[in-house]
């Protein structure tokens, strides 16, 4: 199974971004995704996760911004960030899990700066 994130950029403060992740197999029976994201010189945060049946989290500090969906006919998870902060900044990472194994993307990077 491989993952493949994209979408990220250089943005000012205040734009909007959307996050893909395309999976080489099928999404509609995956146990659960998510994306995270590391900052320079902190650790990988969870972002946001959705469940099988569509169930959503988020961090505090992106939720209202931040949405995560799914498009099964693509096998593709995406991350729409709206308002975007400088403290957003970092590499974001997709996860996605089918039955016991996890994998990840390999991450795209998320500069937000005036």
């Known amino acids: 199974v491989q993952l493949q994130a994209s979408g990220g950029g250089l943005v000012q403060p205040g734009s909007s971004l959307r996050l893909s992740c395309a999976a080489s197999?099928?999404?509609?029976?995956?146990?659960?995704a998510g994306w995270y994201r590391q900052a320079p010189g902190k650790e990988r945060e969870l972002v946001a996760t959705?469940?099988?049946?569509?169930?959503?989290n988020y961090a505090g500090s992106v939720k209202g911004r931040f949405t995560i969906s799914r498009d099964n006919a693509r096998n593709t998870l995406y991350l729409q960030m709206n308002d975007l902060k400088p403290e957003d900044t970092a590499v974001y990472y997709c996860s996605v899990s089918w039955s016991i194994d996890t994998y990840w993307g390999q991450g795209t990077l998320v500069t937000v700066s005036s």
């Open positions: 197999t099928n999404t509609f029976n995956m146990r659960g």
């Open positions: 959705m469940t099988n049946i569509g169930s959503t």
